[in-house]
């Protein structure tokens, strides 16, 4: 199985200022036969299901505000929240499409 | 407007079953895979199972196969997941989630609010 590892496990961002979440997987999710990674993250908030942020490691899901960015290839990953909104707080999860079965990160607390 | 709305969750015993249901209107149910996903409480997100669109593939994480089937039946838009033999640790939220063709079917776009299920004595 795929490992994915994140961190930290949480942190505290100042309002507009930039929040960086790692997310690390024990094996490539680079698919070379067509050069994209399967990598995606999710946004959960207290009492709801997780809403898709970005696919394809880079690829931000129809609706999420441009301040939320994804980056990263082959096993290192980054989610970048360029100026924190209240509304962001929130907890982050990376998932890999990769391989059966799809595994998450074990999830970052983002407080403000 | 997509919808995805799970019920069959509930109290049940250790050894017991359950069958989990997802209704899902607002898109062509029939064009999509699907997908489990649980959240034990306080816990993070672990992938349960999933089923291609046709229904023919399906598969499951390590610790449910044997135990669980999922199943949908296109002409009811409903996915299914029969739970056998449950134990504590299957205690979770259940979501069910859309997995769109731009991702292959495998990032999850729409979650339904999900159905807690607890195995408990």
């Known amino acids: 199985d795929i490992v994915m590892t994140q961190s930290p496990d949480s942190l505290a961002v100042s309002l507009g200022e930039r929040a960086t979440i790692n997310c690390r997987s024990n094996?490539?999710?680079?698919?070379?036969?067509?050069?994209?990674?399967?990598l995606a993250w999710y946004q959960q908030k207290p009492g709801q299901p997780p809403k898709l942020l970005i696919y394809?490691?880079?690829t931000r899901e129809s609706g999420v505000p441009d301040r939320f960015s994804g980056s990263g290839s082959g096993t290192d990953f980054t989610l970048t929240i360029s100026s924190l909104q209240a509304e962001d707080v929130a907890v982050y999860y990376c998932q890999q499409y990769y391989t059966t079965p799809r595994t998450f990160g074990q999830g970052t607390k983002v407080e403000i | 407007e997509v919808q995805l709305l799970e019920s069959g969750g509930g109290l049940v015993q250790p050894g017991g079953s359950l069958r989990l249901s997802c209704a899902a209107s607002?898109?062509?149910?029939?064009?999509?895979?699907m997908t489990w996903v649980r959240q034990a409480p306080g816990k993070g997100l672990e992938w349960v199972s999933t089923i291609n669109s046709g229904g023919g593939n399906t598969y499951y994480t390590d610790s449910v196969k044997g135990r669980f089937t999922i199943s949908r039946d296109n002409s009811r838009n409903t996915l299914h997941l029969q739970m056998n033999s449950l134990r504590a640790e299957d205690t979770a939220v259940y979501y069910c989630?859309?997995?769109?063709?731009?991702?292959?079917?495998?990032?999850?776009?729409?979650w339904g609010q999900g159905t807690l299920v607890t195995v408990s004595s």
């Open positions: 394809w490691a880079s």
């Open positions: 607002g898109f062509t149910f029939s064009g999509y895979a």
């Open positions: 094996q490539s999710v680079l698919y070379s036969s067509n050069n994209k990674n399967y």
């Open positions: 989630a859309q997995g769109p063709a731009y991702c292959g079917g495998d990032c999850y776009s729409y």
